[in-house]
């Protein structure tokens, strides 16, 4: 277990970094013994911080719910992080070009809950009776630590990706909201393009078979931390697509059949 002298400090780097648009080194690097439960404090710590500059949390993101994903980090397990109000961006807005250090963007269905979600044995169901709706969405990813250390070669790891809040940056949702009842979730899916090229496309079976499942891990995960999901929280279920690397002048657009699309654009 990292002092908390050092949850404290790595916290205020992350902050800082993403003020200054900068990075930080590995903290995989520079703390080796450091485990999934430090990451999640630092990111506390880090989130606290944000509580106290005044920006407000409108939900979750729950990242790493492809086995792609998890093999590329040698994991098994997904990984959480929190939403808020400053990261939220309308369908076809554009994201000034001084805002992100390197974004890279995913599509994921959205659910915006009506009725809080606690327990152990919550199920999938649970989640779909608790759901108000049901948006396309694209979520911004940045990394306020590096992606590899420039002398050693490390590549950065879980305990790097969860501490940086999950790599969340942004939120974008468009489309046309519906019941969660009305769509075969694990069917519906994404045509995802940069420039009007087609760089991905998925289903949201990719997301632990079923994009509901990533939400029932999350519920299950804040109870044994004694806390749940609550109404009105906006949920971004997991991606099912690679992340896509965008550059100035980029426009993503994620065309999701039935549900509509949604899209943005970086000036």
């Given at each position: 277990?990292?002092?908390?002298?050092?949850?404290?400090?790595?916290?205020?780097?992350?902050?800082?970094?993403?003020?200054?648009?900068?990075?930080?080194?590995?903290?995989?690097?520079?703390?080796?013994?450091?485990?999934?439960?430090?990451?999640?404090?630092?990111?506390?710590?880090?989130v606290a911080l944000k509580d106290a500059a005044g920006?407000?949390?409108?939900?979750?993101?729950?990242?790493?719910?492809?086995?792609?994903?998890?093999?590329?980090?040698?994991?098994?397990?997904?990984?959480?992080?929190?939403?808020?109000?400053?990261?939220?961006?309308?369908?076809?807005?554009?994201?000034?070009?001084?805002?992100?250090?390197?974004?890279?963007?995913?599509?994921?269905?959205?659910?915006?809950?009506?009725?809080?979600?606690?327990?152990?044995?919550?199920?999938?169901?649970?989640?779909?009776?608790?759901?108000?709706?049901?948006?396309?969405?694209?979520?911004?990813?940045?990394?306020?630590?590096?992606?590899?250390?420039?002398?050693?070669?490390?590549?950065?790891?879980?305990?790097?990706?969860?501490?940086?809040?999950?790599?969340?940056?942004?939120?974008?949702?468009?489309?046309?909201?519906?019941?969660?009842?009305?769509?075969?979730?694990?069917?519906?899916?994404?045509?995802?393009?940069?420039?009007?090229?087609?760089?991905?496309?998925?289903?949201?079976?990719?997301?632990?078979?079923?994009?509901?499942?990533?939400?029932?891990?999350?519920?299950?995960?804040?109870?044994?931390?004694?806390?749940?999901?609550?109404?009105?929280?906006?949920?971004?279920?997991?991606?099912?697509?690679?992340?896509?690397?965008?550059?100035?002048?980029?426009?993503?657009?994620?065309?999701?059949?039935?549900?509509?699309?949604?899209?943005?654009?970086?000036?």
């Amino acid at each position: 277990m990292l002092a908390d002298a050092d949850i404290a400090a790595i916290a205020g780097e992350l902050d800082a970094a993403e003020r200054s648009r900068t990075q930080i080194p590995l903290i995989s690097g520079r703390f080796p013994e450091a485990d999934m439960a430090d990451a999640y404090r630092i990111q506390d710590r880090w989130v606290a911080l944000k509580d106290a500059a005044g920006r407000k949390r409108i939900g979750w993101k729950i990242g790493l719910t492809s086995r792609a994903m998890q093999a590329a980090l040698q994991i098994n397990t997904p990984d959480s992080g929190i939403l808020f109000d400053d990261m939220r961006f309308q369908d076809g807005d554009a994201v000034p070009e001084d805002r992100f250090i390197q974004p890279r963007v995913e599509a994921e269905i959205a659910f915006v809950l009506k009725a809080p979600l606690r327990g152990a044995e919550v199920t999938v169901c649970d989640v779909l009776n608790a759901t108000d709706y049901i948006l396309p969405a694209l979520e911004i990813l940045d990394t306020r630590v590096q992606r590899q250390d420039p002398q050693t070669g490390a590549m950065r790891n879980i305990i790097d990706t969860i501490a940086d809040n999950a790599a969340n940056a942004g939120i974008v949702t468009g489309g046309r909201p519906m019941r969660p009842l009305d769509a075969d979730l694990r069917w519906m899916g994404a045509i995802v393009s940069r420039n009007a090229v087609v760089e991905e496309t998925g289903l949201g079976a990719g997301v632990l078979n079923h994009p509901a499942m990533g939400i029932v891990w999350l519920v299950r995960r804040l109870h044994s931390l004694g806390a749940g999901l609550v109404a009105g929280e906006v949920v971004l279920s997991g991606s099912f697509i690679r992340p896509i690397e965008t550059r100035h002048g980029d426009t993503i657009t994620a065309d999701f059949g039935k549900a509509g699309t949604v899209s943005v654009h970086f000036r």
